[in-house]
C-alpha cells in the first residue's frame, strides 16, 4: 500500500519539472517550475502564457503571485 503524499510534499516533488499553473482569471502559465513558497508564490523559467488555449506570450522567466492561483498541476507534454 503506497504512502499518501502532502499537497507541500508533492510540489517538492515536482519543482524542476513542466507544469501548467491556472490562475483565477482563467489565463494559464506553462513553464518548468523553479521554486515556490508557502503562500503558493511561483517562479518558473521557459514560461508560456495560454489565454483560452492561445499562445499570447513568451516569457522567458515568470513571477507569479499565489492568491492568484487556481491550480498547479504536472504538464502532459514538454515545455
Known amino acids: 500500500m503506497s504512502r499518501k503524499q502532502t499537497p507541500s510534499e508533492y510540489l517538492k516533488q515536482i519543482i524542476g519539472r513542466p507544469v501548467v499553473v491556472k490562475l483565477n482569471s482563467g489565463v494559464d502559465y506553462r513553464g518548468v517550475l523553479v521554486c515556490l ?3 503558493m508564490n511561483i517562479a518558473l523559467e521557459q514560461t508560456e502564457e495560454y489565454v ?20 498547479i498541476s504536472t504538464a502532459k507534454r514538454r515545455v
Open 37 to 39: 513558497d508557502g503562500y
Open 52 to 71: 483560452n488555449g492561445q499562445l499570447k506570450n513568451k516569457h522567458g522567466d515568470a513571477f507569479i503571485r499565489g492568491n492568484n492561483v487556481l491550480y
